[in-house]
């Protein structure tokens, strides 16, 4: 499994914007598509935003289309989530994941194929 560390939540209002991080241990992350997962209280965890292995295919919820944009940077082992026009309804644990090795899939979206997971980061956005 991958060590995964978000950073980059905070507090804000509506309409502003955060960039999360998610920094991996590993020297082969670039092998793992990686997704980025939100949970709020009493809800389930929900998919956000997805990135292949190559970084050239990306997927997102229709939540967020528009607003948020997933990319990787392989040298620095880093996903990051740029989340803009944010909106209360957005507030939320954030979570990063990579996926499974045997996934077999270019852009993972579910939960179940994701088995390396941060510990999450704190998104508040207040109206």
């Known amino acids: 499994q991958v060590q995964l560390v978000e950073s980059g939540g905070g507090s804000v209002q509506a309409g502003g914007s955060l960039r999360l991080s998610c920094a991996a241990s590993?020297?082969?992350?670039?092998?793992?598509?990686v997704g980025w997962f939100r949970q709020a209280p009493g809800k389930e965890r929900e998919f956000v935003a997805a990135i292949s292995r190559s970084g050239t295919g990306t997927a997102y919820a229709d939540s967020v289309k528009g607003r948020f944009t997933i990319s990787r940077d392989k040298a620095k082992k880093t996903v990051y989530l740029q989340l803009n026009s944010l909106k209360p309804e957005d507030t939320a644990v954030y979570y990063c994941a990579a996926d499974r090795p045997a996934s077999g899939l270019d852009i993972p979206t579910g939960r179940v194929e994701y088995d390396s997971w941060g510990q999450g980061t704190q998104v508040t956005v207040s109206s």
């Open positions: 590993i020297r082969t992350f670039s092998n793992y598509a």
